[in-house]
């Protein structure tokens, strides 16, 4: 199993919890995304315990990169961050376990081996922040909600935000549909502000923009509009 924790006292005392687990070992600790993605790939662990909220990387796209080049690796959310559109990034981005950091240590274990049982975990406030959001989708007469797991690239590397393609809709300006693009992509607005070289701030009044233009309540909602 791989920590990625970016506070070093958070990351040691979950590695000593888990050394006293007779079925668990911790065989790497990493501080930041990258570090995370790169003893992924040397160590392949069953487990990757992972933060959200990260230097240098994020744990977005991280678990992104993970899942996507070991699909055998499990990446357990394990974070303070509840609010729907960091849910949904997650899910996303291919994490099979959700956690608030307020877990206990029982939780804790009992859903990391349930994720080598082959189950995904949701906590019941983050559970319900799914189904709720699915319940809207079909109230609104959304037959298709976008994949849970699909794994696009990771858009802190090099990305063409030139693209020419078609408008998706009139009412939107070139900026606001290159960043309307870049969330069906599944990017968070930190990796578009980073693409298109403007503040995280400025991303945030874009996305604000789209959605009172677009109708749409939620990023997943910005998504199926797009890909019609």
């Not at 696009?152 to 300006?173: F, K, R, W, Y």
Request: charged share 25%.
């Amino acid at each position: 199993m791989v920590i990625a924790e970016d506070q070093a006292l958070v990351r040691r005392g979950m590695a000593l919890l888990l050394s006293m687990a007779p079925d668990m070992e911790c065989v790497g600790q990493a501080c930041n995304g990258e570090e995370a993605v790169r003893l992924a790939q040397i160590l392949r662990p069953d487990v990757v315990l992972m933060d959200l909220h990260m230097p240098v990387k994020g744990g977005v796209a991280a678990t992104r990169e993970i899942t996507s080049a070991h699909p055998f690796t499990q990446v357990l959310v394990l974070t303070t961050l509840d609010d729907d559109e960091t849910v949904f990034e997650a899910v996303r981005a291919g994490a099979k376990a959700y956690l608030l950091k307020d877990a206990g240590e029982d939780e804790l274990l009992e859903t990391i081996r349930a994720l080598r049982r082959g189950e995904s975990r949701l906590t019941p406030q983050i559970a319900r922040k799914v189904m709720d959001q699915f319940r809207h989708l079909a109230q609104s007469g959304k037959s298709s909600p976008p994949s849970l797991n699909r794994h696009p690239a990771d858009h802190q590397e090099s990305v063409d935000i030139h693209a020419d393609d078609t408008p998706l809709t009139g009412n939107l300006t070139d900026k606001e549909e290159r960043v309307l693009k870049y969330i069906t992509d599944g990017a968070t607005n930190r990796e578009i502000a980073h693409a298109m070289a403007l503040a995280e701030g400025t991303i945030k009044n874009y996305v604000s923009r789209i959605m009172q233009k677009l109708h749409a309540n939620t990023r997943i909602e910005l998504t199926l509009h797009a890909r019609k």
